[in-house]
């Protein structure tokens, strides 16, 4: 841990992307679950994640990122899914 | 050499700003203070400077701006008073703890309720504590040349701070008094162009402002700003010394006026330190040992130095134009403290008598004879009278 005199004024992160290091998916208490064959590939919940816990591969969704992923559930709304069935649902984890 | 005009306060610390060509002003109109953003709003009209105007829909919304276009890289002012800076408040903590020196002048205005438009000094002493740098003001005169100094103070790369640039609503802000102007050339020479620090809009380096900061780390910020406001003083008096240079005046930590041989004294900032000397000068005929200290640099407070011009003294009377409901006025604590401090390191003597009088709230006058019926008290109490009543209101109905 830095000691205040190593700190930089204004509480200024001056490197790009440090907050990889920063793993917030502790803070989870529902964990979205994807299921496959509800998804159309819309990528509506890549788009709205306010992280960037959907995992995304050759332009399709390839689950989450559960060491950044909070739970929000925003991505679980927002999921059209196929014939009224959603392609995110949320659990509570520790089930 | 400068211009002698007759302006009022708020001409006055338009023209600075206008001289300060600043990059970003945003701003939210507010009584006492709305002249000065109007003025300046002209100034933009007329292309006189180069600044984006940003008209936002309340002080807090001007003061965000101000941070996001301080952070971005930016020469940034607003303007405000009374319940804009109330409503600013959170924000102000902001720009203060992300180091951001933004320049705002407070035309010092009464809070409500009840609502008032008049000056006192419960906004300015409502931000205290803000992390701000805070310089206090006379007379336009002192208005204008603290709002120059103040790009200087804020911008120095050992604090980068927020300056706020108090003058008092009415009296001061809309009186026309004689002053001088610095010519253009000369204030954007004393000024010089913006540095930015760690700006945003360097694409080359992407940073990140407004973290999440908890219990690892938030402790250790703090103490550092503490630092950097423990230098604050050290700017203010070199940029002040050279400020005389170029102007021929002379501004310190705080102005003492036949203090250095004098046994009773008033503490009094702003407009009603002019009068106040007026009357030290009717007790000094009077062969009364009167004399008068007006705090400039309120924030940081310089204790030390204000300490070593009062401990001589037999009594003391701060004077507040400002409540703290249920304290003492908040002038009135900063005294107490410094005196009991110098007193400690002194070794020896119990220091001055010290009594604590309200005046002037909500743009109350505040004449000769209120200061002389405080210094009688003072003469008084100097010659063994005892403490009648610590704090009191003065120039009430009763």
Redesign the interface.
Known sequence: MKKWTELEPGTVILEAGSSVRFKTGSWRSFRPRWVPENCIQCLMCWLYCPDMAVKVADGKVAGFDYDYCKGCGVCAKECPGKQGKKAIVMEAEGK | MGKIVAVTGNEAVANALRQADPDVCSLYPITPQSDIVQRFSSFVSNGQVRTELLNAESEHSAMSAAIGAAAAGGRVITATSSQGLALMWEMLHIAA????PIIMPLVNRALSAPINIHGDHSDGMGARDTGWVQLWSESAQEAYDNTIMAFRIGEHMDI?LPVMVCMDGFIVSHSIARMEYLEDAEVSGFIGPYQP??PLLDME???????L?LT??YH??K???H??MGRVQDVVLQVSDEFAKLSGRRYGLFESYRLEDAEIALVILNSAAGTSKDVVDEFRDKGIKAGLLKPRLFRPFPYAEVGQALKHLKAVCVMDRADSFGGYGPMFMEISSTLYQAVQANGAGAGPKLINKIYGLGGRDYMPHDAGRVLEELHEIAGGAPVRIVKEYIGVRE
């Open positions: 703890g992300m180091n951001m980068r620090k760690n380096h992407p940073k990140s402002f407004g973290p900061i690892d780390l250790e910020y103490r550092l700003q630092e950097i």
